[in-house]
C-alpha cells in the first residue's frame, strides 16, 4: 500500500532545505548502490546546515498521522540525493538494512520519498513504484512526500532536462509483519474517522482496545 503525504513540508520549510541544498557538497550516489543501477548524486552529511535540515524532514513526518499511524516508526534515516541530466536509477529493492557505522543499524519496513523539485522544473525523473497491481507512476509537488513498503521494486526515470531533488529515507517499524501493520492501520483510520464524525460515541474507545491490544501482540519494542 501507498501512501501520499500532501505539504509534508510547509513553504518556509521546503525553502529552508532547499537553500541548504544549493550550497551542499555532493558525491557520487553509487556509493551506497550499485553503480550498475544507479546514477545520481547523494550530498555530503558534512555540508552546512545538512543535519538540521535532516531532522526538520523527520520532524515534519513524525507529525502527520498519516504517516505515524502507516508506518508505526521506531527509527528514520534519510538522505538528500539528485538526478541532473542523463541521471536515474533502474529497477531495484531497498536493503534490508540501512545505516552501520556511525549510526545506528536500521531494517528498512517502510521507504519515503520526499519531493523538493517543483515538477515543472524538470523533464522526466518519475517515480515508479512496481505494485501487485502494475507499475505505479509518480511526480509529485516539491514538498509533498510517499510512503511504501520496502519489499516494493521501484526506480526513477531518467531525467532529461533540469534537476530532481529528492530527500528519500527508510523507517524500521515497530510492527515487522508488512500485513499485521496494514490491519493496525485501517483500524486506526476508522477509529480516527470515528472519533471525528461521532465524537460522543462509546464506539471509539472500543475500537481502540482492539487497535492497542493488536499493538500489544504485534509490536517489537
Known sequence: MLIKISKLLSGPELARVQGVLK???FAEGSMTGKKVLKNNLQAVGTSPGHNEAIQSIVAAFMR???FTSYAIPKQVFLMFNRYDAG???KDHIDAALMGGGKRPM????VSMSVFLSDPDSYQGGEFVLQSPFGEIRIKEAAGDAIAYP???????EPVTEGSRWACV???QSLVQDASQRLIIHELDQ???SLTTEMPDSPYPEKLARTYQNLMRM????
Open 190 to 192: 476508522l477509529r480516527y
Open 150 to 156: 520496502s519489499t516494493l521494486l521501484h526506480r526513477v
Open 64 to 66: 502527520r498521522w498519516e
Open 169 to 171: 529515507g527508510w523507517a
Open 106 to 109: 536500521l531494517r528498512a519496513d
Open 23 to 25: 550550497g551542499a557538497q
Open 218 to 221: 504485534w509490536a517489537e519494542v
Open 87 to 89: 541521471m536515474e536509477y
